[in-house]
């Protein structure tokens, strides 16, 4: 691919000390070569209504629509709660799958990660999120795995990312981000990241 890969990549806080906000911003930092990163905020995505949809697509969604259809792949940085996915990420891609016949979210491809302060670091909000990507048929990067655990201890108090395991598995994982999405436009990806 001769173009940047385009990633666009959203987090399910709205918190502005968010870790997993901060873990996007980080993420943005350590994209391998030939791609780049936009974060797009979801805090003004309102709560799915089907009564609204039928009034035409609020403005904020039709602009994440947008920006959803222009990537090459999402970067999804998920927290979790009460073991799933938080109810504005799932609400956001709600919405990213309207209307189901020509949506902006259908086969992208798609990485996810998260931090938490939980000692499973958003394991069971990543695999719902699995579940949610078999409905869309979103091919997703499977390995690696990259959960923060303990996030409370992997961030220093501006929103940086000190732990260096971590930081060299999201590197992995945008890595093996960039080699799907390349094999899914029909090239060869670079290599496959265990
Ligand atoms: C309603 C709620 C439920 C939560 N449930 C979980 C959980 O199931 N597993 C977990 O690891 N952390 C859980 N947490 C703790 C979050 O991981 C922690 O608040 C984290 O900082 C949230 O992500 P953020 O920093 O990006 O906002 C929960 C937090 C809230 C507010």
Request: hydrophobic fraction near 40%.
């Given at each position: 691919?001769?173009?940047k890969?385009k990633v ?23 994209v391998?070569?030939?791609m780049e990163l936009e ?156």
């Amino acid at each position: 691919m001769d173009e940047k890969i385009k990633v666009l990549g959203f987090a399910g806080s709205l918190r502005k000390g968010s870790y997993n906000r901060a873990l996007l911003r980080v993420a943005k930092g350590l994209v391998p070569e030939g791609m780049e990163l936009e974060i797009f905020e979801l805090d003004d995505i309102p709560l799915y209504n089907g009564d609204v949809e039928e009034q035409g697509f609020p403005e904020p969604v039709q602009e994440f629509q947008n920006k959803i259809r222009e990537a090459d792949a999402l970067l999804i940085v998920a927290p979790e709660y009460n073991y799933s996915i938080p109810g504005v990420l799932k609400n956001a891609i709600d919405w990213a799958s309207r209307p189901p016949t020509n949506c902006a979210i259908v086969g992208k491809p798609v990485a996810v990660t998260g931090a938490s302060t939980g000692r499973f670091g958003t394991l069971r909000s990543q695999l719902h999120l699995r579940d949610v990507f078999f409905a869309l048929n979103m091919p997703a990067v499977l390995k690696p795995e990259v959960y923060i655990t303990n996030a409370e201890e992997k961030f220093d108090e501006n929103g940086n990312l000190t732990d260096e395991r971590s930081i060299s598995q999201i590197r992995k994982l945008l890595q093996s981000l960039a080699d799907l999405t390349i094999k899914m436009k029909g090239g060869e990806g670079k290599q496959a990241v265990a």
